[in-house]
């Protein structure tokens, strides 16, 4: 399928809320698991799968109805955007899991064990890619955890030391990227978020092990940074820049995803940048007020001060899924709105 022609498409970063019917959405607000939640599911197994693809329904249609130009499924089959995959792997004891305490020093996190190779031996989200291509007529994406976010979010008992693991996870996002881009994705994007936690690790080999997940793609792709979901990262802790982003002009990816709304960004960042297309974050998903459309222009222009219209496209901060549904809704029809009235603004 062709992406849009037009200046400055819409999109979003992956996930969208999850109705209370299907998930039990107070208890999927205190963490974000990497090992597997499946307490969190409102409905018996018999029922789950059912259950899952009719509230994915819910939300293409809720995208397409604001008017997003490049939909995803919501994520909705996902207790969060990195566990469903990373558990699914050969070599991972999801079962033992080990306890860590995050750098920031929150409270101890379960995450799963590697305990022998890495390797994908089945499709993890390709009933996902098909169920997505199935129900929509627009340009579609899907995410992937990114194969370094992997490597720091389990504990490591196998392998010599984390390039090693991140590789391996690298080579089993990538055989997936593959099988997903044979079913229908236009966009695949891969989600990062801890090449900014730990830097100088990224430094050493975040790139490679990005450009090896997505070896082979020949659809746009994208690697997504952020600074931690809104409802967990409160906006007052969030740095206003990047520690790690110049370094992915170095990737392959055609596009980097920033939150720039929340932490209030100084955009000129965006020059390390020159080689790529900019997914700019335009939507404070820390606010829950529903911006004005002229709120969200606004952001939008700021972008265009420093990256050219053919450049960049719109976007949320983040994922959605912690938000009420109508104040997520809101703010997408908000910025495809406001992405509308700045491309009549620049002839687009």
Same mark, same amino acid.
């Given at each position: ?8 498409? !819409?999109?979003?970063? $992956? *996930?969208? /809320?999850? =109705?209370?019917?299907? %998930?039990?959405? +107070? ?73 860590? !305490?995050?750098?920031? $020093? *929150?409270? /101890?996190? =379960?995450?799963?064990? %590697?305990?022998? +190779? ?80 730990? /830097? ?149």
């Amino acid at each position: 399928m062709n992406l849009p022609t037009h200046l400055l498409p !819409t999109t979003v970063v $992956g *996930s969208y /809320p999850q =109705p209370e019917w299907l %998930v039990d959405r +107070a208890m999927l607000s205190k963490v974000v698991p990497r090992t597997r939640l499946h307490a969190m599911w409102r409905l018996p197994g018999e029922h789950l799968e059912e259950a899952q693809d009719d509230a994915t329904i819910v939300a293409i249609r809720d995208m397409e109805r604001a008017g997003i130009d490049i939909v995803t499924d919501g994520e909705i089959r996902r207790e969060s955007y990195s566990n469903r995959f990373a558990t699914a792997l050969e070599g991972i004891d999801d079962e033992n899991p080990a306890i860590i !305490t995050a750098r920031t $020093g *929150s409270q /101890p996190t =379960p995450v799963p064990r %590697v305990v022998g +190779a890495v390797k994908r031996t089945r499709a993890v989200e390709l009933h996902d890619m098909e169920f997505l291509r199935q129900n929509t007529d627009r340009p579609a994406k899907i995410t992937l955890p990114g194969p370094f976010t992997m490597s720091q979010q389990a504990k490591n008992e196998f392998y010599k030391d984390d390039e090693e693991l991140a590789m391996a996870f690298a080579e089993a996002v990538n055989a997936e990227a593959i099988e997903l881009q044979k079913a229908g994705a236009d966009v695949i994007q891969l989600d990062e978020p801890w090449v900014r936690n730990n /830097p100088d690790l990224a430094k050493r080999y975040a790139v490679k092990a990005i450009n090896r997940a997505l070896q082979g793609i020949t659809v746009p792709t994208v690697v997504h940074l952020c600074f931690g979901y809104a409802a967990v990262v409160p906006g007052s802790t969030k740095p206003a820049g990047y520690s790690f982003l110049g370094e992915l002009n170095d990737t392959t990816a055609d596009q980097i995803s920033i939150e720039a709304a929340q932490p209030k960004l100084d955009l000129g960042v965006l020059k390390e940048l020159s080689s790529k297309n900019i997914m700019l974050g335009v939507l404070d998903l820390g606010n829950p007020e529903i911006e004005s459309v002229e709120t969200v222009a606004g952001r939008i222009r700021n972008g265009l001060k420093q990256v050219p219209p053919e450049r960049l496209v719109v976007a949320p901060d983040c994922g959605m899924k912690y938000m009420p549904r109508h104040v997520a809704f809101g703010k997408l029809k908000a910025m495809c709105d406001a992405a509308a009235l700045v491309r009549k603004e620049i002839g687009g």
